[in-house]
């Protein structure tokens, strides 16, 4: 893995959580009154990266937030062609504008990027053996690079 990433990782303080991933399926079953059934289809990741500045800005355009992007993307890609059969998919999704407020006193600048585990096995099918394995190979791989899991 590149140098320029562990470098990033290190600039940014950069930690991930992982929460789970849900869906809300809503449906009739012959009554008038509609039920709601939640449905665990996968895991989103989120990792998150201290502005170093402080400043109240979403990352945007910075070229460190595209690197970082990049190099999720490659990772991600990696780890979903190697779960093709399962019908797995793993997405890097940008959230370059926004930031979000943390740390232990709620007021550091973070910005952050999402890694979503899901399948395509249909909607109402649970997140099973693939996306948990997906879920630790990801892991597995963040933790490489100097990520801290909160």
């Known amino acids: 893995m590149s140098k320029d990433v562990l470098d990033l990782v290190k600039k940014y303080h950069a930690f991930y959580e992982v929460l789970p991933y849900n869906i809300v399926l809503t449906g009739m079953h012959g009554s008038l009154k509609a039920s709601n059934q939640t449905i665990q289809v996968g895991f989103d990741v989120d990792i998150f990266g201290l502005n170093p500045k ?3 800005a979403p990352p945007g355009a910075d070229p460190d937030y595209k690197l970082g992007y ?10 979903s062609y190697q779960h093709t059969n399962d019908l ?5 999704i940008p959230l370059s504008s926004k930031i979000v407020l943390g740390g232990a006193s709620h007021t550091e600048v973070q910005g952050m990027l999402r890694i979503r585990i899901s399948h395509q096995r249909g909607l109402a099918r649970p997140a099973d053996l693939p996306e948990q394995q997906a879920l630790k190979e990801l892991e597995a791989q963040l933790r490489g690079l100097g990520f801290v899991h909160q």
């Not at 990049?70 to 780890?79: C, F, R, S």
């Not at 797995?88 to 890097?92: T, Y």
């Open 54 to 56: 402080g400043e109240m």
């Open 70 to 79: 990049v190099e999720l993307q490659k990772i991600a890609e990696k780890i």
């Open 88 to 92: 797995c998919s793993l997405e890097v």
